[in-house]
């Protein structure tokens, strides 16, 4: 029947406290703890949901970058997803890599492969661009539904439930499209143990952003990468004529 | 936002940031309270998983990975209001359990999860980090269902295997008795023959689990005096003759109830003795070695909390002008600490791997680790609750759970004292 594409990013642990290196040419990431993406963990539990729920057939797994997101993509794998693909990226090209490179890549996977949905996490808790699904569905002239916290499948459309500024949003969109995963959409579930053993019978495939036709060429050069300044104690007033004089001195009104 | 089975715990920082969006989302989360539900308590202990993970297989480290995030998630923000109401968490074992944690030595084709004894040293050092006394049990738990599991034959497997290791059923297991600890073979609850029933009366003591579990694997006299008259039979709940004594209070290992058993004109069908009459004491002994494994795991666990735990409070805390962690005593202290831990990792894993392929040495190995590992482990922890100054005797903090729970260990399962006597006696009995 049909045929959905995971992305899922290798980032470093949420709970890791994070350092800029000495040079300021990016954070350090020798020797610290890396996981997967939390929202891409929700996508890879929704798509391993519409599986059960036989909406879908086949659920990849796709991670760009070195050899150590074969970790990740083998965590998706124990999640329920039944084969993985590897585009290996590594050095000057994974530093510079960003969401237009991912989404040439998952647009051209995502013809190759013949998937009806390409879902993503809405944005990476490294970057938090928020911009990978929406290039993604654009490269492909693909419906979009992002920030996704319902989907449900009717027929040849999807129902999306979107988190926006106002509230809720519900539209309808055609497959083949492309869905972003946002907080509330689901609770991931735990791999467990005898689907951890089966995921290392699962396949990962392994290639190039080359043999995908895609350049890896960034239009975007990180400068400098600094802390944020550290903040500085308020101050306090007395009355609300102090506090009215003091945001006059500021020059804030 | 809370699980129907998984992990639920986004942490705080990427909810509040994803939360300013909508007004919707705001009144989704209002109060502070759910943030603070979320983490409080909450300690991800795997940041130093570089070192707790050096030399396993990629598979073992995924196993280690998900233990510690259900450790983190579903266990942690409750360690302390287990302890403290005494709340035996049957739902989170049972989520556990789903997992595969209810039987993770055991075979497959009955419902197990058949890893290795390392792949369960393992999981249970890092499903401590989250509750010593729960993953104790769930420890003790596994030893019952690994016993039936290896020395029952196809019917009882068939009965009581499955059930748990979903945990459907809860086990625990009966040796010691007011009058028998150390001397285990001189146990004295009898179980006469008649007809196709054995007649069990006795008590045991100090059962964990006792009267809150269903099966119970029960060490009892058939023959003559000494472990060769001791055979091993399963008693399940609600059979007349088997009653429980009052829970005991105890320091430590609360989220578990301990009580006396009591066998009074117990009627126990022979088709529920495992293995040979006589045999018994064997098959304790052998449930034991693996026991063992596991109480040191869950000491090593704790340990490893404990010296995160103690690190992060000496960064913290100021003294003299300068934090803590300036302090050289302090710092040669916490590196002694680390030296330990590694160093009981190490034996721990090597014991484990020594039972997993009956090495001969594994008896002694599995008593050296057990003897060791707890006692080092215990000093760790007390050590950081030292570090912690008057706030590490506070229930506000957990290092002083750690330290309550884990203290234990150097008793149970063979007082260390014990595990020295059959070191000793491995020792003197080789030859040249």
Same mark, same amino acid.
């Given at each position: 029947?049909?045929?959905?594409?995971?992305?899922?990013?290798?980032?470093?642990?949420?709970?890791?406290? @994070?350092?800029?290196?000495?040079?300021?040419?990016?954070?350090?990431?020798? +020797?610290?703890?890396?996981?997967?993406?939390?929202?891409?963990?929700?996508?890879?539990?929704?798509?391993?949901?519409?599986?059960?729920?036989?909406?879908?057939?086949?659920?990849?797994?796709?991670?760009?970058?070195?050899?150590?997101?074969?970790?990740?993509?083998?965590?998706?794998?124990?999640?329920?997803?039944?084969? +993985?693909?590897?585009?290996?990226?590594?050095?000057?090209?994974?530093?510079?890599? +960003?969401?237009?490179?991912?989404?040439?890549?998952?647009?051209?996977?995502?013809?190759?492969?013949?998937?009806? *949905?390409?879902?993503?996490?809405?944005?990476?808790?490294?970057?938090?661009?928020?911009?990978?699904?929406?290039?993604?569905?654009?490269?492909?002239?693909?419906?979009?539904?992002?920030?996704?916290?319902?989907?449900?499948?009717?027929?040849?459309?999807?129902?999306?439930?979107?988190? @926006?500024?106002?509230?809720?949003?519900?539209?309808?969109?055609?497959?083949?499209?492309?869905?972003?995963?946002?907080?509330?959409?689901?609770?991931?579930?735990?791999?467990?143990?005898?689907?951890?053993?089966?995921?290392?019978?699962?396949?990962?495939?392994?290639?190039?952003?080359?043999?995908?036709?895609?350049?890896?060429?960034?239009?975007?050069?990180?400068?400098?990468?600094?802390?944020?300044?550290?903040?500085?104690?308020?101050?306090?007033?007395?009355?609300?004529?102090?506090?009215?004089?003091?945001?006059?001195?500021?020059?804030?009104? | 936002?809370?699980?129907?089975?998984?992990?639920?715990?986004?942490?705080?920082?990427?909810?509040?940031?994803?939360?300013?969006?909508?007004?919707?989302?705001?009144?989704?989360?209002?109060?502070?309270?759910?943030?603070?539900?979320?983490?409080?308590?909450?300690?991800?202990?795997?940041?130093?998983?570089?070192?707790?993970?050096?030399?396993?297989?990629?598979?073992?480290?995924?196993?280690?990975?998900?233990?510690?995030?259900?450790?983190?998630?579903?266990?942690?923000?409750?360690?302390?209001?287990?302890?403290?109401?005494?709340?035996?968490?049957?739902?989170?074992?049972?989520?556990?359990?789903?997992?595969?944690?209810?039987?993770?030595?055991?075979?497959?084709?009955?419902?197990?999860?058949?890893?290795?004894?390392?792949?369960?040293?393992?999981?249970?050092?890092?499903?401590?980090?989250?509750?010593?006394?729960?993953?104790?049990?769930?420890?003790?738990?596994?030893?019952?269902?690994?016993?039936?599991?290896?020395?029952?034959?196809?019917?009882?497997?068939?009965?009581?295997?499955?059930?748990?290791?979903?945990?459907?059923?809860?086990?625990?297991?009966?040796?010691?008795?007011?009058?028998?600890?150390?001397?285990?073979?001189?146990?004295?609850?009898?179980?006469?023959?008649?007809?196709?029933?054995?007649?069990?009366?006795?008590?045991?003591?100090?059962?964990?689990?006792?009267?809150?579990?269903?099966?119970?694997?029960?060490?009892?006299?058939?023959?003559?005096?000494?472990?060769?008259?001791?055979?091993?039979?399963?008693?399940?709940?609600?059979?007349?003759?088997?009653?429980?004594?009052?829970?005991?209070?105890?320091?430590?290992?609360?989220?578990?109830?301990?009580?006396?058993?009591?066998?009074?004109?117990?009627?126990?069908?022979?088709?529920?003795?495992?293995?040979?009459?006589?045999?018994?004491?064997?098959?304790?002994?052998?449930?034991?070695?693996?026991?063992?494994?596991?109480?040191?795991?869950?000491?090593?666990?704790?340990?490893?909390?404990?010296?995160?735990?103690?690190?992060?409070?000496?960064?913290?805390?100021?003294?003299? +002008?300068?934090?803590?962690?300036?302090?050289?005593? *302090?710092?040669?202290?916490?590196?002694?600490?680390?030296?330990?831990?590694?160093?009981?990792?190490?034996?721990?894993?090597?014991?484990?791997?020594?039972?997993?392929?009956?090495?001969?040495?594994?008896?002694?190995?599995?008593?050296?680790?057990?003897?060791?590992?707890?006692?080092?482990?215990?000093? @760790?922890?007390?050590?950081?609750?030292?570090?912690?100054?008057?706030?590490?005797?506070?229930?506000?903090?957990?290092?002083?759970?750690?330290?309550?729970?884990?203290?234990?260990?150097?008793?149970?399962?063979?007082?260390?004292?014990?595990?020295?006597?059959?070191?000793?006696?491995?020792?003197?009995?080789?030859?040249?």
């Amino acid at each position: 029947m049909s045929r959905v594409l995971v992305g899922v990013k290798r980032v470093i642990d949420y709970a890791v406290k @994070i350092r800029v290196k000495p040079d300021h040419s990016g954070v350090v990431t020798d +020797g610290v703890k890396h996981s997967m993406n939390p929202f891409c963990e929700i996508a890879v539990e929704e798509a391993v949901k519409l599986k059960e729920k036989k909406f879908i057939k086949e659920v990849v797994a796709v991670s760009c970058g070195p050899t150590q997101v074969t970790e990740t993509i083998r965590t998706a794998l124990a999640m329920g997803c039944d084969r +993985g693909i590897h585009v290996e990226v590594s050095g000057k090209d994974y530093e510079a890599m +960003g969401p237009l490179q991912i989404a040439k890549i998952f647009a051209a996977l995502a013809k190759k492969e013949e998937a009806s *949905l390409v879902i993503l996490g809405k944005q990476a808790i490294d970057d938090d661009c928020n911009q990978t699904g929406q290039m993604t569905a654009a490269l492909l002239d693909w419906p979009q539904g992002t920030f996704a916290s319902e989907v449900t499948i009717d027929g040849e459309k999807v129902k999306v439930v979107r988190e @926006i500024d106002g509230g809720l949003e519900t539209i309808k969109i055609s497959m083949p499209a492309v869905l972003t995963a946002d907080l509330r959409l689901n609770t991931p579930r735990y791999a467990t143990l005898p689907n951890i053993m089966k995921a290392k019978k699962k396949k990962i495939a392994n290639m190039k952003p080359a043999d995908l036709g895609v350049d890896m060429v960034s239009r975007v050069e990180v400068l400098r990468v600094d802390e944020p300044p550290t903040r500085l104690a308020g101050v306090k007033v007395e009355t609300v004529d102090d506090l009215v004089a003091k945001l006059k001195a500021n020059g804030t009104i | 936002m809370d699980s129907d089975g998984g992990k639920g715990g986004i942490p705080s920082h990427i909810l509040r940031r994803h939360c300013k969006r909508s007004r919707l989302s705001k009144k989704l989360f209002t109060s502070e309270d759910h943030f603070s539900t979320v983490l409080k308590n909450r300690f991800k202990f795997d940041t130093n998983l570089q070192i707790a993970a050096h030399g396993l297989s990629d598979e073992q480290k995924e196993f280690q990975k998900m233990a510690f995030d259900f450790a983190a998630h579903e266990m942690s923000p409750h360690m302390a209001e287990w302890d403290e109401k005494e709340i035996f968490p049957v739902e989170t074992m049972r989520k556990a359990a789903q997992l595969g944690f209810g039987g993770i030595y055991v075979q497959p084709e009955v419902g197990g999860s058949g890893l290795s004894r390392l792949d369960t040293s393992v999981i249970f050092e890092a499903l401590s980090t989250g509750c010593v006394s729960t993953t104790a049990y769930i420890s003790i738990h596994n030893m019952c269902n690994w016993m039936i599991d290896t020395f029952g034959n196809t019917e009882q497997r068939e009965k009581f295997c499955p059930e748990l290791c979903t945990m459907d059923k809860f086990a625990s297991y009966c040796l010691t008795e007011p009058g028998s600890g150390s001397d285990a073979a001189s146990l004295l609850t009898t179980a006469k023959l008649e007809g196709d029933h054995y007649i069990l009366n006795g008590s045991k003591a100090f059962i964990s689990g006792g009267g809150d579990t269903d099966v119970y694997i029960v060490m009892c006299r058939t023959g003559g005096k000494g472990p060769k008259g001791i055979s091993c039979v399963v008693v399940e709940k609600d059979t007349p003759g088997l009653s429980f004594g009052k829970k005991e209070k105890k320091v430590g290992w609360n989220s578990q109830p301990t009580r006396a058993v009591i066998l009074e004109d117990c009627h126990v069908p022979v088709t529920n003795r495992l293995g040979q009459e006589g045999q018994g004491f064997n098959i304790a002994m052998r449930g034991l070695n693996g026991g063992r494994i596991n109480i040191a795991s869950c000491s090593l666990g704790a340990a490893h909390a404990c010296v995160q735990l103690a690190r992060d409070h000496l960064l913290v805390r100021k003294q003299f +002008g300068e934090a803590l962690s300036n302090n050289q005593f *302090l710092q040669f202290k916490l590196a002694e600490m680390a030296t330990k831990l590694v160093a009981s990792r190490l034996l721990l894993r090597e014991a484990a791997v020594a039972l997993q392929e009956s090495r001969s040495d594994a008896v002694s190995l599995c008593s050296m680790a057990k003897l060791f590992v707890t006692d080092e482990c215990f000093n @760790i922890c007390n050590q950081a609750l030292q570090m912690h100054g008057g706030y590490g005797y506070l229930k506000d903090y957990a290092v002083q759970q750690f330290v309550r729970d884990i203290r234990v260990h150097q008793i149970l399962e063979g007082t260390n004292e014990v595990m020295r006597m059959i070191i000793a006696r491995s020792l003197l009995s080789e030859s040249g």
